[in-house]
């Protein structure tokens, strides 16, 4: 579920917000930076928004800057950052499009790992709200710090809301797990290293995949569906709780009737054919099986839960479905269950959320990256 970021915030304005007091990883949150930023920084920043000058006098500073940026978090849209950068071309996969089921968005680009024994993998999951996206959106850095620690990279396409119902949608991403654990020796790859990561969407089915049962099924006909479903880690960036929407108003508050996508969102999101289906067993079912919060469990794999998105009060259905509330729902309920959920909260935008996801993910499926000591990790 992604939305554009704002067009005219550029790096410069990363470099003045990045010395905001910050809600980090749970080890530096409540640390406030004791930097400041130089007059000449600040003076460029003043060339290219001089709206931030609030009382005119042709100079600004430090307190302005801080001002301006609280007014865009409180506005609801994400705030820029190195992530926000336009990613360089990727190289090309050593497989491209590989089907793992019938539908045409079923198919997925795999590079591979230089590794004389089987690598890890790491999964890059795309958003877009499940109506939109692609697998090319996988970052050049995320690919790159992957490969740079010995891990194969896959990213996958799956189908939309228009092709199928949600609960549908998620069993592609599990299809894919499945497909490529199946055929693990062909691609020099280890079953049981494999971890999830993506945004928005991406990051609500990575956090799915961590959650939900073993989709295995040993007495299927087809051999893919056979396989585990199961992930050793997800790294989730401004994620969903829960795909129950019947739940969303108890753990992050009202989402308000004007944000919807017409009267019938909530029915077409499962492609019930009406609002009794809620209260039968099937429709149940389907409520308890796209509920990652009610499923999340004490024998889940680590899972780390990245927000940037300011803490405000939701002004519109971007920063609702995307805020930190989420993330915090997760960790709350892990922290009943016994589960392994951390948290990487920052509200402004300066995060590189793939290098932070790709690393945790790496940490955690024995593999180590020569730039992991640079890296900000959740964990």
Request: hydrophobic share 35%; glycine share 8%.
């Amino acid at each position: 579920m992604n939305f554009a970021p704002i067009p005219r915030l550029v790096a410069v304005v990363a470099l003045v917000f990045a010395l905001q007091p910050v809600r980090g990883a749970e080890d530096a949150a409540n640390k406030p930076a004791s930097r400041q930023p130089t007059p000449e920084l600040l003076q460029q920043y003043l060339k290219r928004f001089p709206d931030a000058d609030t009382n005119k006098d042709g100079k600004l500073t430090f307190d302005e800057a801080r001002a301006y940026l609280k007014k865009l978090r409180e506005s609801g849209q994400p705030l820029p950052g190195k992530r926000e950068a336009k990613a360089a071309a990727l190289p090309a996969p050593d497989h491209k499009d590989v089907r793992y089921g019938p539908h045409e968005r079923n198919v997925f680009d795999l590079w591979l790992a230089k590794a004389d024994k089987p690598a890890p993998l790491v999964v890059f999951i795309h958003g877009g709200g499940f109506v939109g996206g692609d697998k090319s959106k996988l970052s050049r850095d995320g690919l790159q710090r992957a490969r740079e620690a010995g891990a194969s990279v896959m990213a996958i396409n799956y189908r939309f809301r228009q092709h199928a119902p949600i609960q549908d949608i998620l069993r592609d991403a599990a299809r894919a797990i499945q497909f490529v654990r199946l055929n693990a020796a062909k691609y020099n790859l280890d079953p049981k290293r494999i971890g999830c990561f993506g945004g928005s969407a991406g990051a609500g089915t990575s956090l799915w995949l961590a959650v939900h049962d073993d989709l295995a099924n040993p007495k299927s006909d087809d051999p893919v569906l056979r396989q585990s479903s199961r992930i050793s880690a997800a790294a989730c960036i401004s994620g969903q709780a829960s795909y129950d929407m019947t739940e969303w108003g108890k753990l992050i508050g009202e989402f308000k009737k004007e944000w919807r996508r017409g009267d019938a969102e909530d029915i077409e999101f499962y492609h019930f054919k009406s609002e009794a289906d809620y209260k039968t067993p099937e429709g149940k079912r389907v409520l308890d099986d796209c509920s990652m919060y009610r499923q999340l469990s004490q024998d889940d794999p680590p899972i780390l839960m990245i927000s940037t998105q300011s803490a405000a009060e939701p002004a519109n259905r971007g920063a609702y479905v995307h805020h930190p509330r989420h993330a915090q729902a997760i960790k709350k309920r892990g922290d009943e269950v016994g589960a392994k959920v951390r948290t990487h909260l920052e509200d402004d935008g300066t995060a590189n959320t793939t290098v932070v996801a790709v690393e945790f993910l790496l940490k955690h499926l024995g593999a180590t990256s020569p730039s992991a000591s640079k890296a900000k990790q959740g964990d």
